[in-house]
């Protein structure tokens, strides 16, 4: 939480006094971005900024929405229910939060909105282990997951900057299936 300040300020102290710029154009770009005019650098070094963030902020918006929605009509309680009936093995908790994961991506269309039902619907297993083994199964589940979904944002938006066509991709996204394949085979063979 404090990463952000901190970077900003050092940013304002480098800009005013080693790059000689004025409060007001160093307030533009915080809020605006950052543009070059120079021919060389025009289409690398450019955009950042408050307004930027804001199609992000909205997602996230929407996306806690319907997760508190879906919590506040108690939507996944039967499944939390048979699941927790079933007393999974550390294993089979993460292999079920991969494919929630992926499941929630598909029908959402948004990682964000998978990482926060997918979360909803398993944070009960997690409640005797450590907070690092809940952010380790799911930073190689359900935040890698959705690129693999060619309809999800997580998966449009690189292949429309690359120029490619949202299938293509899949065969060659070796990252995103071999790591949740290898923290599978090492939760089920309790390999440190």
Partial sequence: THSI????????????????????????????????????????????????????????????????????????????????????????????????????????????????LTLDIVKDFYEDEPNDELALDFSNSAILTPALIPWCIAALVPCSVLGINSYSYIPFAFYLYIVPIVHFIRKKFQIN
């Fill in 5 to 116: 300040p901190i970077s900003v300020l050092c940013a304002f102290i480098l800009d005013i006094f080693i790059q000689h710029t004025s409060i007001f154009d160093f307030l533009n770009c915080l809020v605006f971005g950052y543009t070059n005019n120079s021919d060389i650098l025009k289409n690398i070094i450019h955009g950042g900024g408050i307004i930027s963030m804001l199609k992000t902020c909205y997602i996230i918006v929407i996306s806690c929405s319907i997760s508190g929605f879906f919590s506040g009509l108690n939507v996944f309680e039967n499944l939390k229910v048979k699941l927790k009936e079933k007393n999974l093995s550390k294993s089979s908790i993460f292999l079920v939060t991969v494919i929630l994961g992926i499941i929630n991506a598909a029908v959402g269309c948004s990682q964000t909105i998978a990482i926060i």
